[in-house]
DNA sequence: CGTACTAGTCTTTTT
DNA sequence: GACTAGTACG
């Protein structure tokens, strides 16, 4: 008996051919991980390949991790040498080697999304482009895109000709690769394109990787960008053994420059290639396999597959529409607390996923409540947060004095007295003699026009030069606890008045943890390793397995990963799939939406729930959302409809709660001018916030003055707490109203009172600031205010209040 | 030069 | 609602 027989059939194929390229179409919860560590053992084994002369690559430390520990566990001896590791390290530790071939310093540091705007806006400032009409992400999103399609700046500016725009992000472009290279400097994406262009410029250099890497396998193929498949393409030319791994149904990264193409035409690629299809599941129950498989099915661009399980069909899947988003979280947490007293579950095997990081908030505020142990994925990463990221430029300075990003960065901080003026002469010199930011500090009393400032900068270099000094006998923990000590960063937190301060505190501590943690399990640990690890880590990467507390992620981040009881937060058209996709004129979206959605539901093994809520906050302004069409993709049959338990009020009386009625009205309410509601708004809070804030308080004291219009008598019926809630709905009316096709849409609509008659009938064609034309299908007199069905010639039909829709006529 | 307040933007997803 | 960048003022 051999740890092969354990395989299926198809699992087996998959492990045995080890020669030329295989293609591995992996459905959810197939098994895939384990082919591929078993492959690797059977290479090693069986095959006699040396251990050296493979590589595995993910997307995920995470990924990588486990697949790390697996091999070691099945192969032994030796495993140590299977090169295991993410695209991203992967690229990085080539470069550091042979990145001077290209004409760089081997000692670049990485920049991060927020180094990479730094940068950004101060070409912008220096090229005189308006940020307003073209916002810098804007450009940084161009710029990606370029290279994940491996266009250099000169073919962008070729490609761009005629265009004006385009032509500026040309221009952008090639400048922001200049400054990165003067800052020695690379972000996510170079990585990926400086080692095909070093692989293309240095046959010597690819010749020695395809010599080593002669057995490569590739997990999550379908994620892969172009420069993604170029390297892989480049590294497998040789002996031709590449093997990829992956579900075109679970391709989510689009966005991000993946390219669905790479693994649905691997085989023109590679015509030779064997294509073994993984349908078996291990994950789930035939229900919960029933459901993904029907959504799915809503795509047309896929390769044809179907899951199935001998597992059984288990429980149905349960759905539930709440009023409220404070009402779903609620009972979200109430049934995981249910489960966990009932034995039945532990937090550990439940995850609530979501589309959006900001729908964790109200997540948490009811896990809280009710004494859950959770912990959410993702959000503004560690190593993002501002106190982090002053250390890390610290760190940075002393590891790398190109890198003028991080210089300025804490060059006043914590203050010296250096202004932007002395900053913007100093930078001057520096251009002027073509030398680092850092450099020209160094010479700063060379510098005529800083006249004393230069006094002020003296003690900061000098703190730099005697930490690059200590760092001879210094390990990073000494080094990190010098800078913090000298800087006096945490006793300047101590002493502050901040809110947060403490929670800095407590992150600065972490970060020490992990130092420490780092010095540990390495062990020649260098500063350059440490920063580039940390510049690397994505937020998956911080998850235990062991600690028992209920996940909290979007449905991006659970990709890979199962658990027993799997919650779908939010289930409605306008979050998911979002409102961008589905006014959006490109169908690819909805169907990335939709493998999104594919991806949320297999990641349940036993138990799925699909929850929503009638109306949620979104960036302040209240939603009303219908129920998610991918959940009216579910066979009815698959599902119980029990009613909520929440009690429910009648849709009229929305406004009437306290809490959504403040909100309600503050968009509205802010429309009618700022002046009256300065006139009654001599709230406390006031100095905090906006007047608008200030007038929800006058509300809620129900002191609603004459100022807000005539059109409302002061004893306004919205503003009385109805006194007979509407019993709660029956059966029937608890039915998921389903937006059925793609034209249906929810109604986003903004709550709000005032206002006559609109001077536009039925069938009148009509105009919106936002959603362009259309034609008036209903209008209805409301509680409130009229509410005017609108079907919209590009974005859909929606209900919108009249008051706040702002629909013009257009004939 | 530093602070305090305001206005604007954002969010769909991230290595 | 939350955060950030920009501006006015001391």
């Known amino acids: 008996m051999s740890i092969y027989d354990t395989l299926n059939e198809q699992q087996k194929e998959a492990v045995y051919r080890t020669e ?6 992996a459905g959810a919860g197939s098994g895939k991980t384990r082919v591929l560590t078993h492959r690797i053992a059977y290479l090693i084994d069986r095959c006699g390949v040396s251990p050296w002369n493979i590589m595995a690559i993910t997307f995920t430390n995470k990924a990588a991790g486990e697949m790390r520990e697996r091999v070691d566990k099945i192969v032994g001896h030796g495993s140590e040498s299977v090169w295991v590791s993410t695209f991203h390290s992967s690229c990085v530790r080539i470069l550091r080697r042979y990145i001077d071939r290209l004409g760089f310093d081997n000692h670049f540091t990485i920049y991060d999304t927020d180094d990479q705007k730094t940068v950004m806006k101060e070409i912008c400032k220096r090229l005189q482009i308006d940020t307003k009409m073209l916002k810098e992400r804007t450009i940084l999103g161009a710029i990606s895109s370029a290279k994940n399609e491996f266009i250099s700046p000169l073919e962008f500016a070729v490609n761009a000709a005629g265009d004006l725009v385009q032509t500026k992000i040309a221009t952008v472009y090639t400048e922001y690769q200049n400054v990165m290279r003067k800052n020695n400097a690379l972000d996510f994406d170079d990585l990926l394109v400086k080692t095909v262009e070093l692989f293309q410029n240095c046959p010597d250099v690819l010749e020695s990787y395809q010599e080593r890497l002669r057995y490569l396998m590739v997990d999550e193929y379908q994620d892969t960008n172009t420069v993604q498949f170029e390297l ?6 040789k002996y031709r053994n590449l093997c990829v791994v992956g579900d075109d149904d679970q ?6 420059g993946a390219n669905i193409r ?41 390769k044809e597959k179907t899951l199935w399980t001998d597992k059984g069909a288990g429980s149905p899947l349960h759905f539930k529409q709440f009023d409220t988003a404070c009402e779903e979280a609620q009972f979200i947490a109430g049934e995981i607390r249910r489960k966990q007293a009932e034995g039945t579950v532990d937090f550990g095997q439940c995850a609530v996923l979501y589309r959006t990081n900001a729908q964790s908030r109200l997540l948490e505020e009811q896990f809280v409540l009710a004494g859950i142990p959770y912990q959410v994925v993702g959000g503004v990463n560690f190593y993002a947060r ?16 190109r890198d003028d990003v991080a210089v300025k960065r804490i060059i006043n901080i914590p203050k010296r ?8 002469r100093v930078q001057e010199y520096a251009d002027a003699h073509a030398i680092s930011f850092y450099d020209a500090l160094r010479e700063a009393d060379q510098i005529a026009s800083i006249g004393r400032s230069a006094s002020k900068l003296e003690p900061f270099v000098m ?30 937190l101590e002493e502050s008045e901040e809110e947060d301060a403490e929670s800095r505190i407590e992150n600065i501590d972490e970060l020490m943890n992990k130092v420490i943690a780092y010095e540990e399990n390495h062990e020649e640990a260098s500063l350059s390793e440490f920063l580039e690890e940390v510049a690397l880590v994505a937020d998956i990467d911080g998850v235990a397995a062991d600690n028992n507390r209920v996940l909290l992620m979007t449905l991006h981040s659970a990709k890979g990963l199962e658990y027993s009881q799997v919650y779908l937060a939010g289930m409605e058209d306008g979050i998911f799939p979002s409102y961008m996709t589905i006014t959006s004129d490109d169908v690819e979206e909805m169907e ?18 699909l929850t929503c809520a009638r109306s949620r906050m979104v960036r302040g302004e209240t939603q009303y959302n219908m129920v998610s069409r991918f959940v009216g993709e579910i066979p009815e049959e698959l599902m119980d409809h029990r009613p909520p338990v929440v009690k429910r009020r009648s849709w009229e009386e929305y406004p009437q709660d306290t809490g959504s009625l403040n909100r309600f009205r503050e968009k509205p309410f802010g429309s009618f001018g700022s002046r009256q509601a300065e006139a009654g708004g001599r709230n406390a809070e006031a100095g905090r916030g906006t007047g608008i804030n200030s007038r929800s308080h006058m509300y809620t004291a129900g002191s609603l003055s004459a100022g807000i219009g005539s059109t409302r008598p002061a004893n306004d019926p919205r503003l009385r707490p109805k006194a007979v809630l509407t019993p709660q709905r029956t059966e029937e009316e608890n039915r998921p109203f389903f937006t059925k096709g793609a034209g249906a849409l929810s109604g986003i609509s903004k709550g709000a009172p005032a206002g006559g008659r609109p001077d536009y009938e039925v069938n009148d064609r009509v105009r919106h600031v936002k959603y362009g034309e259309g034609i008036v299908r209903k209008i209805e007199e409301g509680a409130r205010d009229y509410q005017v069905t609108v079907e919209f010639d590009r974005a859909g039909t929606k209900v919108m209040y009249a008051a706040f829709a702002k629909l013009k006529k257009t004939e």
């Open 20 to 25: 030329g390229p295989v293609l591995i179409l």
């Open 232 to 237: 892989i393409r480049l590294l497998a030319a």
């Open 251 to 256: 391709s989510i990264y689009k966005f991000r």
């Open 262 to 302: 790479n693994i649905l035409d691997f085989e023109k690629v590679y015509p030779d290639a064997k294509v073994i299809r993984l349908e078996q599941n291990y994950r789930s129950t035939q229900n919960v396999l029933d459901a993904a498989n029907h959504v799915i099915r809503n795509n047309k661009s896929r």
């Open 386 to 401: 501002r106190e982090i990221k002053d250390l890390l430029a610290y760190l940075k300075t002393v590891d790398n004095g």
């Open 417 to 424: 007295g250096i202004g932007a003026a002395t900053i913007a």
């Open 463 to 492: 703190l730099i030069q005697s930490l690059r000094g200590k760092l001879e006998y210094y390990g990073l923990q000494e080094l990190l606890r010098d800078i913090i000590d000298t800087t006096g960063y945490v006793k300047a």
């Open 592 to 609: 990335e939406e939709r493998r999104l959605a594919y991806v949320g539901i297999t990641r349940a093994k036993d138990d799925l729930t």
